[in-house]
């Protein structure tokens, strides 16, 4: 099979003939129809995310139809799934055990720790697949299993907030923008200051405002949610706070954050991550994203064009998600 591999963290990713795998117990081997590209692979691949796997197949946002079942599995052949970045957890450290197998001690990824979906197959533990609602193309529908999953993840970490920010308007901004609005809240959207493409593309999905992401907006955020890797966006976020408001970091890897007055987290306010998902995150996100309904913009690249993918990614260059398709 075709993948696109990743030798060391730093180089380009190449196109790669690899043997076709095979699934072990409790696995499924799937061919890939679609791999949506999320900034995580561009971390991965600029090394500021690593595993001590070599080499890396990235790729988390799997859409695939089963070929074939390894021993114990019951999905039948040409059923349609979705693998996430969560790829399999021990189930029984303390994390696990309190419902809270996002944090995992020995969690393993997929496409970081575990084969991705940049190929034109791959395997997955059956436990950590999903059904994928159907009205999706394979397209639409890759990029809820990371922008969409781990985007609600967040979301749900602003509690009731009724007036949002979003900083950074990529792929998960523009799925959790159309949740965030679905739910009555009033969704303001914050970019570079001068990209004009993504702020029109923020208006244009319902959002009240976009600008400038380091400028206050035009009323103070309950809760902001930072999807750019820019440490920066921190304290600009927990500057247009009202009081008891939250920053919720929703990305694995950002820059360092620059130190700010205690008097901007003073009256309550709050800065906290979010990790990965759980399993049952996904479950959620799945049956209400149809009931929204999201609709996802997606620009496609053939597999072999993943570093162009990538690159796009890294300037911000793409409108709604990127997705690969072999
Ligand atoms: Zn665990
Ligand atoms: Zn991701």
Do not use: K
């Amino acid at each position: 099979m075709r993948a696109m591999v990743l030798d060391e963290p730093g180089r380009p990713l190449r196109l790669a003939e690899l043997p076709d795998p095979e699934p072990a117990p409790g696995q499924l081997l799937l061919r890939v129809l679609a791999c949506g590209v999320c900034r995580t692979d561009v971390h991965i691949r600029d090394g500021e995310v690593t595993t001590d796997v070599r080499p890396i197949v990235p790729g988390h946002q799997i859409v695939g139809v089963v070929e074939r079942g390894g021993p114990g599995t019951s999905t039948p052949p040409g059923t349609r799934i979705g693998v996430p970045w969560l790829g399999w957890t021990d189930g029984t450290c303390r994390f696990c055990a309190s419902g809270r197998e996002n944090l995992c001690e020995a969690a393993r990824f997929t496409g970081l720790d575990l084969p991705g979906g940049f190929a034109e197959r791959t395997v997955a533990d059956e436990r950590f697949c999903f059904a994928l609602p159907e009205g999706y193309g394979d397209l639409d529908v890759a990029p809820l299993l990371c922008a969409g999953l781990i985007g609600h993840r967040a979301l749900r970490m602003t509690g009731d907030a009724r007036r949002l920010g979003l900083y950074g308007f990529g792929a998960a901004a523009h799925v959790i923008a159309q949740v965030a609005l679905h739910q009555g809240r009033t969704v303001h959207a914050f970019t570079r200051r001068d990209d004009a493409a993504a702020q029109a593309f923020a208006l244009e999905l319902g959002c009240a405002s976009a600008g400038d992401a380091l400028a206050p907006g035009p009323e103070p955020l309950d809760a902001a949610i930072v999807f750019a890797p820019a440490g920066e966006l921190v304290p600009a976020a927990l500057r247009a706070l009202d009081r008891g408001g939250v920053v919720v970091c929703a990305g694995i890897h950002m820059s360092d954050i620059p130190s700010f007055p205690y008097a901007d987290l003073w009256e309550e306010r709050q800065i906290r991550s979010v990790a990965n998902l759980t399993r049952e995150d996904a479950r959620d996100f799945l049956a209400l994203a149809p009931r929204v309904p999201v609709r996802t913009t997606v620009t496609t690249f053939p597999l072999e064009r993943a570093e162009d993918a990538l690159a796009a990614i890294r300037a911000g260059a793409i409108e709604g998600a990127a997705v690969l398709v072999p």
